[in-house]
Nanobody, 122 residues
Framework: QVQLVESGGGLVQPGGSLRLSCAAS????????MGWYRQAPGKQRELVAY???????AYADSVKGRFTISRDNAKKTAYLQMDSLKSEDTAVYYC????????????????WGQGTQVTVSS
């Protein structure tokens, strides 16, 4: 059974940083592409960043240059380093895994973890 557990969220001031973690189990982690998503109140969930099984990364324009996605295959964990945070980054952040990039980009998953809340406010 696939389980993805997000952690590391919290309250931070604008300009601050947070590092999110996504611990995976029940999958062969190193062959899965990993994505970070977020959902702000009243908005649809959106893909923020992804990292392929081979380590190629991509970012939404809104976070490019501020967020960095990485993965540690030995720990079966994906990370999202978030710097220069803005109020518009406030959302619940989720991770997910897929064997195919199209599925990852579409974000059409049957299940999601509980997410981790990120609030950027002074």
């Amino acid at each position: 059974q696939v389980q993805l557990v997000e952690s590391g969220g919290g309250l931070v001031q604008p300009g601050g940083s947070l590092r999110l973690s996504c611990a995976a189990s029940g999958i062969i982690f190193n062959i899965n592409h990993m994505g970070w998503y977020r959902q702000a109140p009243g908005k649809q969930r959106e893909l923020v960043a992804y990292i392929t099984s081979g380590g190629i990364t991509a970012y939404a324009d809104s976070v490019k240059g501020r967020f960095t996605i990485s993965r540690d295959n030995a720990k079966k964990t994906a990370y999202l380093q978030m710097d220069s945070l803005k109020s518009e980054d406030t959302a619940v952040y989720y991770c997910n895994a897929a064997r195919g990039l199209s599925g990852l980009r579409a974000g059409d998953f049957a299940s999601w973890g509980q997410g981790t809340q990120v609030t950027v406010s002074s």
